[in-house]
């Protein structure tokens, strides 16, 4: 088993996860890479399989301090991911930084880099737990108003948890860093805002109950 140094907001638990651009955008305490994970909707996972290279998007969500996929039994990623060390990455975009050079305009983020293997969750109350915690963020509240998991279902789901051990964090936020002499150059500067939101549901002509109300899912 690997072992970790006590991450800090300053020390990275490896030296895989040491930030080395801009270091102190880095943030390695769990906390600040639990929040990032929640707020995504979205990871790349990346890994070998076969003598090749993939990088595949897939849905994830996290429960206590790991975070979660989950796929097909057949699935040949989720079957190269048991077998080997991937590595996850996840970006929330939060505004456009325009400054008054092409040079220095960027982008205000949050972003999360974990490395490690990921490992089946048997447990069938596990499995099911998990996939609770998946639905209900999507809308929560949903699993306890859904009709029940079936035993066939459940058999043909896989589930994979990563630790978040060895991980990192990297941010950005505020204003355009402009050059000194650049200050007075007639152009406007500043950062335009990127949100995410819900629109309204659309309802399927055969629905037994209401439109629910919007939005759905948690926030970012």
Request: net charge neutral.
């Amino acid at each position: 088993m690997r072992a970790f140094a006590m991450a800090t907001p300053h020390s990275a638990p490896s030296e895989r996860t040491r930030v080395r651009r801009l270091p102190d955008r880095a943030d390695y305490e769990i906390a600040q890479v639990a929040a990032i994970v929640d707020a995504a909707w979205v990871a790349h996972v990346a890994f070998s399989s076969e003598g090749s290279v993939h990088s595949i998007p897939t849905a994830v969500w996290r429960e206590g301090e790991h975070l979660y996929i989950h796929g097909a039994k057949a699935s040949r990623m989720l079957k190269a991911l048991e077998a080997g060390e991937c590595s996850v990455s996840i970006a929330v975009l939060d505004g456009l930084v325009l400054a008054r050079s092409a040079f220095h305009h960027s982008m205000n983020f949050r972003s999360v880099v974990i490395y490690g293997r990921f490992d089946k969750v048997e447990d069938e109350a596990a499995k099911s737990r998990a996939l609770q915690v998946f639905t209900d963020k999507l809308a929560p509240g949903r699993w306890d108003t859904l009709r029940p998991v079936t035993a066939k279902e459940l058999n043909a789901t896989t589930v994979l948890r990563l630790s978040l051990a060895e991980a990192s964090a990297k941010l950005r936020s505020g204003g355009p860093k402009d050059d000194e002499e650049d200050m007075g150059w007639p152009v406007w500067a500043g950062v335009v805002p990127v949100v995410q939101t819900f629109g309204a549901p659309q309802t399927e002509p055969d629905s037994v109950v209401p439109t629910p109300p919007a939005p759905f899912g948690p926030g970012v």
